[in-house]
Nanobody, 125 residues
């Protein structure tokens, strides 16, 4: 069993920055790739970014490339999402999750188990 707790969301003006954190407990965090997803009102959950177990590989959804950076600190059981140049369309609840099913691509939510409760990010124009 894994517990994930996200934090760092909030209200920010367009062009601003936020850093989300996701602290994991309960299993060997460093053995798993991790991902961030988001869900805006009335929309399906969508992939944002993923990072391999050792941080050596990262993956991003096209709309956030160059603006968002995913990283991890295995000593702290924490994965981060640095979000810069935020846009109103980034407004959503952001979730972190543990990637456990290697048969799925990182972009597919079906590849993930153990989701956090989410943190709200609101970007005003």
């Amino acid at each position: 069993q894994v517990q994930l707790v996200e934090s760092g969301g909030g209200l920010v003006q367009a062009g601003g920055s936020l850093r989300l954190s996701c602290v994991a407990s309960g299993r060997t965090f460093s053995s798993y790739a991790m991902g961030w997803f988001r869900q805006a009102p009335g929309k399906e959950r969508e992939f944002v970014a993923a990072i391999s177990w050792n941080g050596g590989s990262t993956y991003y959804e096209d709309s956030v490339k160059g603006r968002f950076t995913i990283s991890r600190d295995n000593a702290k059981n924490t994965v981060y999402l640095q979000m810069n140049s935020l846009k109103p369309e980034d407004t959503a609840v952001y979730y972190c999750a543990v990637y456990t099913r290697g048969s799925s691509r990182y972009e597919e939510s079906a590849g993930y188990d153990y989701w956090g409760q989410g943190t709200q990010v609101t970007v005003s124009s």
